[in-house]
């Protein structure tokens, strides 16, 4: 397929990415724009801003952010690591994050202040961070992506063992709908807190963009070139540690997103590992927002979780790569 001109690609994903976000603001529960009008009409106008404004706008804004967060970094891992079944899973941050969130719902603090189930979980990310530069420390790539092994592992035992002994079946059940991921029932206080925090990361994995350019011809041509690869390693971890704990502490567990997406936009910018990042962040948010979408529209009963839409989507894609890169190591 022939491959588009990139700055056509970014706008078409914005554009679409516009699309989408204007039409979610428009299905869901309490109706759709004939509704919406038909309130107003009456001067409900209370209810008809609640609907839009304060259940759908804020879950509109995470779906794009989150998805830009989760597209992106799985970009800048890929790049760095050089391996494209690199995600933001593979060092651990999701994990830490999750643990953090799962935590304040295992020891109740999320009931007392709701807003501790967000802020532990960017804690914990930025624990996770920390930890993985002090084991990585001069190591080279093998040495943070074991680390990031460890850290995953240890975090995913934690979180069994406070479901194994979670004081009631209604703390164990909201840990686990939480660890599906979601959008749903977030404010506009979820936003102001995980938006900075997102944007932030953003900056830290762009400064790199570069840097990821040379790295592709290895570590030691980039080291020639002039890169100092530290501070881009330092960059990676924590512009990923920053925004997918935001994100993560914000929409619970969401898969494959950032595995996926750098895959379908990668012939398209030319495999290019710089070009890479923004398109994929529009990809991202792209993905996420009609995954959401879809949860909101399927005849299911209950509401989907996000977590598990992308799952269906990115474990079939996964297994297809594995045998993909298998077969060409064969031929």
Partial sequence: MKSLPYPLLLIGLLLLAIALG?????????????????????????????????????RTLLALMVGATLGMAGAALQGYLRNPLAD?????????????????LYTGLSLAFPMALPLMGIAGAI??????????GRGAVLTLVLAGVAISSLCAALMSLALNFSPNPYAAAEIMFWLMGSVTDRSMDHVALAAPLMVLGWA????VAR???????????AASLGVHTGRTRALVIGGTAISVGAATAISGGIGFIGLVVPHLLRAQCGHSPSKLLLASALGGATLLM???????VLPTGMELKLGVVTAFVGAPFFLWLIFRARTELES
């Fill in 127 to 136: 624990l996770c961070a920390l930890i993985l530069q002090g084991l990585a």
């Fill in 22 to 58: 204007a039409l979610s603001m428009l299905v869901g529960p309490g109706g759709g724009p004939a509704e919406i009008m038909a309130m107003l009409d009456r001067g409900d106008t209370d209810l008809a801003w609640m609907i839009v404004g304060e259940v759908r706008l804020p």
């Fill in 290 to 296: 009609a995954a959401d979408i879809l949860v909101r």
């Fill in 211 to 221: 840097s990821l350019d040379a790295l592709s011809l290895g570590e030691e041509a």
């Fill in 88 to 104: 933001p899973g593979v060092v651990g941050v999701s994990s830490a994050a999750s643990l953090g969130a799962v935590l304040a």
């Fill in 204 to 207: 830290m994995l762009l400064l």
